[in-house]
Protein backbone atom coordinates (compact mmCIF):
# COMPACT_ATOMS: atom_id res chain seq x y z
CA UNK A 1 0.00 0.00 0.00
CA UNK A 2 2.62 2.36 0.88
CA UNK A 3 4.69 1.64 -2.30
CA UNK A 4 1.70 2.16 -4.22
CA UNK A 5 1.19 5.57 -2.94
CA UNK A 6 4.66 6.39 -3.27
CA UNK A 7 4.18 5.78 -6.87
CA UNK A 8 1.27 7.34 -7.32
CA UNK A 9 3.05 10.56 -5.63
CA UNK A 10 5.90 10.12 -7.98
CA UNK A 11 3.97 10.10 -11.27
CA UNK A 12 1.52 12.95 -10.12
CA UNK A 13 5.21 14.93 -9.60
CA UNK A 14 5.87 13.76 -13.29
CA UNK A 15 3.08 14.83 -14.73
CA UNK A 16 3.10 17.92 -12.85
CA UNK A 17 6.54 18.63 -13.82
CA UNK A 18 5.48 18.19 -17.33
CA UNK A 19 2.55 20.73 -17.13
CA UNK A 20 4.20 23.27 -15.76
CA UNK A 21 6.91 23.20 -18.40
CA UNK A 22 4.73 22.70 -21.41
CA UNK A 23 2.23 25.60 -20.02
CA UNK A 24 4.82 27.97 -19.64
CA UNK A 25 6.60 27.58 -22.98
CA UNK A 26 3.69 27.37 -24.61
CA UNK A 27 2.47 30.99 -22.84
CA UNK A 28 5.75 32.58 -23.47
CA UNK A 29 5.90 31.59 -27.44
CA UNK A 30 2.78 32.19 -27.44
CA UNK A 31 2.91 35.99 -25.69
CA UNK A 32 6.08 36.57 -27.81
CA UNK A 33 4.09 36.30 -31.70
CA UNK A 34 1.53 37.90 -30.41
CA UNK A 35 3.92 40.92 -28.99
CA UNK A 36 5.75 40.48 -32.20
CA UNK A 37 2.76 40.51 -34.79
CA UNK A 38 1.83 43.81 -33.21
CA UNK A 39 4.60 45.14 -33.72
CA UNK A 40 5.04 44.93 -37.44
CA UNK A 41 1.43 45.19 -37.76
CA UNK A 42 1.32 48.35 -36.40
CA UNK A 43 4.18 49.24 -38.84
CA UNK A 44 2.45 47.71 -41.91
CA UNK A 45 -1.02 49.81 -40.93
CA UNK A 46 0.89 53.43 -40.49
CA UNK A 47 2.51 52.21 -44.05
CA UNK A 48 -1.09 51.35 -45.23
CA UNK A 49 -2.81 55.05 -43.83
CA UNK A 50 0.20 57.09 -45.32
CA UNK A 51 -0.26 55.45 -48.73
CA UNK A 52 -3.90 56.06 -48.36
CA UNK A 53 -3.54 59.46 -47.57
CA UNK A 54 -1.24 60.27 -50.22
CA UNK A 55 -3.30 58.47 -52.94
CA UNK A 56 -6.33 60.02 -51.93
CA UNK A 57 -8.49 56.83 -50.55
CA UNK A 58 -9.87 58.62 -47.88
CA UNK A 59 -12.40 55.56 -46.97
CA UNK A 60 -9.52 53.41 -46.09
CA UNK A 61 -7.52 55.75 -44.13
CA UNK A 62 -10.09 56.14 -42.13
CA UNK A 63 -10.44 53.18 -41.72
CA UNK A 64 -6.16 52.24 -40.89
CA UNK A 65 -6.56 55.06 -38.40
CA UNK A 66 -8.63 53.80 -36.54
CA UNK A 67 -7.63 50.36 -36.86
CA UNK A 68 -3.89 51.58 -36.22
CA UNK A 69 -5.17 53.19 -32.60
CA UNK A 70 -7.54 49.93 -31.77
CA UNK A 71 -4.56 47.84 -31.96
CA UNK A 72 -1.85 50.05 -30.70
CA UNK A 73 -4.77 50.35 -27.04
CA UNK A 74 -3.27 46.89 -26.53
CA UNK A 75 -0.36 47.62 -24.40
CA UNK A 76 1.84 44.80 -24.76
CA UNK A 77 5.46 46.73 -23.12
CA UNK A 78 5.17 44.58 -20.28
CA UNK A 79 5.25 40.80 -22.56
CA UNK A 80 9.16 40.98 -22.90
CA UNK A 81 9.68 41.08 -19.05
CA UNK A 82 7.22 38.61 -18.48
CA UNK A 83 8.46 36.21 -21.30
CA UNK A 84 12.08 36.31 -19.31
CA UNK A 85 10.53 35.60 -15.81
CA UNK A 86 8.66 32.53 -17.78
CA UNK A 87 11.81 30.92 -19.72
CA UNK A 88 13.79 31.05 -16.33
CA UNK A 89 10.69 28.84 -14.15
CA UNK A 90 11.29 27.17 -17.76
CA UNK A 91 14.51 26.40 -17.43
CA UNK A 92 14.73 25.26 -14.12
CA UNK A 93 11.93 23.00 -13.82
CA UNK A 94 13.38 21.58 -17.24
CA UNK A 95 16.54 20.98 -15.79
CA UNK A 96 14.87 18.38 -12.92
CA UNK A 97 13.16 16.97 -15.89
CA UNK A 98 16.48 16.67 -17.84
CA UNK A 99 18.03 14.53 -15.03
CA UNK A 100 14.91 12.51 -14.65
CA UNK A 101 14.54 11.75 -18.41
CA UNK A 102 18.31 11.24 -19.38
CA UNK A 103 18.51 14.11 -22.16
CA UNK A 104 21.40 16.10 -20.11
CA UNK A 105 24.96 16.14 -22.45
CA UNK A 106 27.39 14.26 -20.53
CA UNK A 107 30.54 13.31 -20.48
CA UNK A 108 30.97 9.44 -20.39
CA UNK A 109 33.96 8.53 -22.13
CA UNK A 110 35.47 7.41 -19.08
CA UNK A 111 32.92 5.89 -18.02
CA UNK A 112 31.42 3.62 -20.57
CA UNK A 113 35.71 2.26 -20.53
CA UNK A 114 35.35 1.06 -16.87
CA UNK A 115 33.33 -2.04 -15.93
CA UNK A 116 31.86 -3.75 -12.87
CA UNK A 117 32.05 -1.76 -9.55
CA UNK A 118 34.61 0.77 -10.90
CA UNK A 119 31.78 2.16 -13.24
CA UNK A 120 29.23 1.62 -10.78
CA UNK A 121 30.90 3.81 -7.59
CA UNK A 122 32.33 6.47 -10.88
CA UNK A 123 28.18 6.64 -11.86
CA UNK A 124 26.81 7.02 -8.21
CA UNK A 125 29.40 9.29 -7.08
CA UNK A 126 28.60 11.71 -10.31
CA UNK A 127 24.85 11.64 -9.10
CA UNK A 128 25.56 12.47 -5.54
CA UNK A 129 27.46 15.33 -6.87
CA UNK A 130 24.76 16.52 -8.80
CA UNK A 131 22.84 16.09 -5.60
CA UNK A 132 24.93 18.21 -3.48
CA UNK A 133 25.93 20.66 -6.03
CA UNK A 134 21.87 21.23 -6.53
CA UNK A 135 21.16 21.25 -2.69
CA UNK A 136 23.48 23.83 -2.38
CA UNK A 137 22.51 26.40 -4.91
CA UNK A 138 18.75 25.08 -3.65
CA UNK A 139 19.81 26.33 -0.08
CA UNK A 140 21.27 29.64 -1.50
CA UNK A 141 18.79 30.57 -3.81
CA UNK A 142 15.70 30.05 -0.69
CA UNK A 143 18.48 32.71 1.49
CA UNK A 144 18.09 34.71 -1.53
CA UNK A 145 14.12 34.81 -1.58
CA UNK A 146 14.25 35.65 2.03
CA UNK A 147 16.61 38.32 1.85
CA UNK A 148 14.54 39.67 -1.66
CA UNK A 149 11.15 39.14 0.47
CA UNK A 150 12.43 41.47 3.20
CA UNK A 151 13.50 43.91 0.76
CA UNK A 152 10.36 44.02 -1.06
CA UNK A 153 11.99 44.90 -4.58
CA UNK A 154 9.24 44.20 -7.77
CA UNK A 155 10.28 44.26 -11.12
CA UNK A 156 10.62 46.95 -13.26
CA UNK A 157 7.63 46.76 -15.37
CA UNK A 158 5.35 44.31 -14.05
CA UNK A 159 6.01 45.33 -10.57
CA UNK A 160 5.79 41.59 -9.49
CA UNK A 161 7.27 41.10 -6.09
CA UNK A 162 11.01 39.86 -7.45
CA UNK A 163 10.83 37.13 -4.39
CA UNK A 164 8.24 35.06 -6.46
CA UNK A 165 10.22 35.41 -9.86
CA UNK A 166 13.44 34.50 -7.66
CA UNK A 167 11.91 31.35 -6.17
CA UNK A 168 12.38 29.32 -9.27
CA UNK A 169 16.14 29.24 -8.19
CA UNK A 170 15.11 27.05 -5.00
CA UNK A 171 11.95 25.26 -6.16
CA UNK A 172 13.78 24.25 -9.21
CA UNK A 173 17.30 23.29 -7.77
CA UNK A 174 15.83 21.53 -4.89
CA UNK A 175 13.45 19.58 -7.47
CA UNK A 176 16.86 18.51 -9.19
CA UNK A 177 18.17 17.41 -5.80
CA UNK A 178 15.04 15.18 -6.00
CA UNK A 179 16.02 13.61 -9.63
CA UNK A 180 19.52 13.17 -8.76
CA UNK A 181 18.98 11.46 -5.66
CA UNK A 182 16.14 9.41 -7.60
CA UNK A 183 18.43 8.30 -10.37
CA UNK A 184 20.89 7.36 -8.15
CA UNK A 185 18.76 5.26 -5.96
CA UNK A 186 17.09 3.51 -8.86
CA UNK A 187 20.20 2.55 -10.24
CA UNK A 188 21.87 1.41 -7.35
CA UNK A 189 19.24 -1.24 -7.28
CA UNK A 190 19.31 -2.04 -10.56
CA UNK A 191 22.39 -0.90 -12.29
CA UNK A 192 19.73 0.99 -15.00
CA UNK A 193 20.12 4.36 -15.81
CA UNK A 194 17.50 6.86 -17.21
CA UNK A 195 18.69 6.97 -21.30
CA UNK A 196 16.91 9.35 -23.98
CA UNK A 197 17.41 8.36 -27.36
CA UNK A 198 17.19 11.52 -29.73
CA UNK A 199 15.78 9.60 -32.70
CA UNK A 200 12.84 8.64 -30.88
CA UNK A 201 9.73 10.52 -30.79
CA UNK A 202 7.05 10.40 -28.01
CA UNK A 203 4.07 9.07 -28.93
CA UNK A 204 4.90 8.16 -32.17
CA UNK A 205 6.04 4.48 -33.44
CA UNK A 206 8.54 2.72 -30.66
CA UNK A 207 9.82 4.92 -28.72
CA UNK A 208 13.29 3.64 -27.16
CA UNK A 209 13.71 6.28 -24.99
CA UNK A 210 13.19 5.73 -21.08
CA UNK A 211 13.53 7.29 -17.53
CA UNK A 212 13.13 6.41 -14.02
CA UNK A 213 10.43 3.94 -13.49
CA UNK A 214 7.95 4.09 -10.87
Known amino acids: MAADS ?22 ATLLIFVAVAQRYGLSGIASLYRWSRA ?16 VAYVRLTWAQEL ?4 VVWMAKFGAAYGVRTGIHVGVDILVERLTGNAQRVLIIAGLLSGAFFTAVIGTLGASLVWHIYDTGQTSAVLELPMWI ?3 AVPLGS ?20 PHHDPGAVEGVGSDTGAEVPR
Open 83 to 86: CIFM
Open 174 to 193: YLMCFRFLQVAWHFWRTGER
Open 165 to 167: VYL
Open 6 to 27: TSRALRALDRLEEIVIATLLGA
Open 55 to 70: EGLEGLSAVSKNLFFA
